[in-house]
């Protein structure tokens, strides 16, 4: 089975651009996850999805960013406009509802770095 | 709150020693799980282990044992014989109400040879 799908690997852009990035999760789970990797604030949840319902947003730092989950083997995260503290590595995860342990896999994340 | 602390931001060892990872964890739910993952070099997030709040016997899966001790809220991860390829960031993650997974800060393990 192909694992979480992320793209772009390596997003460079300046600042101001949109950029987007994409997320295949595993076919057949039920739950998607965005985090943010960053030096100085570790791995954040920005934002999670059941079954292509955002469920819990909170993370999510402002209104620049914004995601989407149109179907159950797509999602999307947008940053409108990226700013240079928006650099980081972006993962997405997704896991099958259970009984609740079930571990989440995880994509190979985008590095993005925002100049 | 939840939280999950690894105090040990970075770990050094001679390959052949053994190295424990600690994991403290808060919640106040009696229901919870306790992950672990790795982060080798190459990136990605490697689940290690699931460990749920009943069940506290210690587990151990080659030269990798877990010690999970509700009493002192502790979930610590033991290398034995570190090799090289073990040199990773390891997180510790706490798993809760709802399905969402606070991770630790994590442990960078530098394994020389």
């Known amino acids: 089975d192909a694992g979480v799908i992320q793209s772009p690997r390596h997003e460079v852009t300046e600042m101001g651009q949109e950029v987007t990035l994409r997320c295949k999760p595993i076919?057949?789970?039920?739950?998607l996850f965005w985090y943010r990797q960053t030096m100085m604030r570790g791995l954040e949840l920005l934002i999670y999805?059941?079954?292509?319902?955002?469920?819990?947003d909170s993370g999510m730092p402002e209104d620049r960013f914004s995601a989407k989950m149109p179907n159950a083997s797509f999602s999307t995260l947008k940053i409108q406009p990226s700013e240079p503290r928006d650099s980081a590595v972006y993962f997405c995860?997704?896991?099958?509802?259970?009984?609740?342990?079930?571990?989440?896999?995880f994509g190979s994340g985008t590095q993005l770095s925002v100049l | 709150a939840q939280k999950v602390t690894q105090a040990q931001t970075e770990i050094s060892v001679v390959e052949k020693e053994d190295v424990t990872l600690d994991c403290v964890y808060e919640?106040?739910?009696?229901?919870?799980?306790l992950f672990w993952y790795k982060q080798p070099p190459s990136g990605e997030l490697v689940f290690l282990i699931r460990r749920n709040s009943f069940d506290e016997q210690n587990e151990i899966s080659g030269r990798y044992s877990w010690n999970f001790q509700k009493s002192t809220s502790s979930f610590n991860f033991t290398i034995t014989a570190s090799q090289v390829v073990d040199s990773a960031v390891y997180f510790c993650?706490?798993?809760?109400?709802?399905?969402?997974?606070?991770f630790g800060g994590g442990t960078r393990l530098m394994v020389k040879p």
């Open positions: 993650a706490l798993k809760y109400a709802g399905n969402m997974l606070t």
């Open positions: 999805f059941n079954n292509n319902v955002p469920i819990d």
């Open positions: 995860a997704s896991s099958l509802l259970g009984q609740g342990g079930e571990k989440l896999f």
């Open positions: 076919s057949g789970h039920d739950y």
């Open positions: 919640t106040r739910d009696t229901t919870y799980y």
